[in-house]
């Protein structure tokens, strides 16, 4: 019988100064009821803040969230992908809490 608890590590709270402005990015045109979304964590929007827009190396990255360069290298991947999910097939961008 499956036990309907979650095994493995508890997911630790990572360091996240990021306050996003809006919540919701789509495509100009299209009813925001015909979109799929796309669900982007603040942690992943952080990640791109601090490596994009701050210009700094994955180490740095990875300190400032206090997490492993290796974590910090799979958020950063995990956001990469949905952002280009979203723009190359249309959909939705919802940043959520997590």
């Known amino acids: 019988?499956?036990?309907?608890?979650?095994l493995g590590r508890p997911k630790l709270n990572r360091c996240v100064k990021i306050k996003p402005k809006a919540r919701y990015f789509k495509p100009k045109?299209?009813?925001?009821?015909?979109?799929?979304?796309?669900e982007l964590t603040q942690e992943e929007l952080e990640?791109?803040?601090?490596?994009?827009?701050e210009g700094n190396n994955q180490v740095d990255c990875a300190k400032k969230m206090k997490?492993?360069?290796s974590t910090f290298q799979r958020i950063l991947s995990s956001a990469y992908?949905?952002?280009?999910?979203?723009?190359?097939?249309?959909?939705a961008i919802k940043i959520i809490d997590k």
């Open 1 to 6: 019988m499956r036990s309907r608890y979650r």
């Open 29 to 38: 045109s299209i009813p925001m009821s015909t979109l799929e979304e796309v």
């Open 47 to 53: 990640a791109l803040r601090l490596k994009n827009i």
């Open 67 to 69: 997490t492993s360069q």
């Open 81 to 91: 992908k949905k952002i280009s999910q979203a723009l190359v097939l249309g959909k």
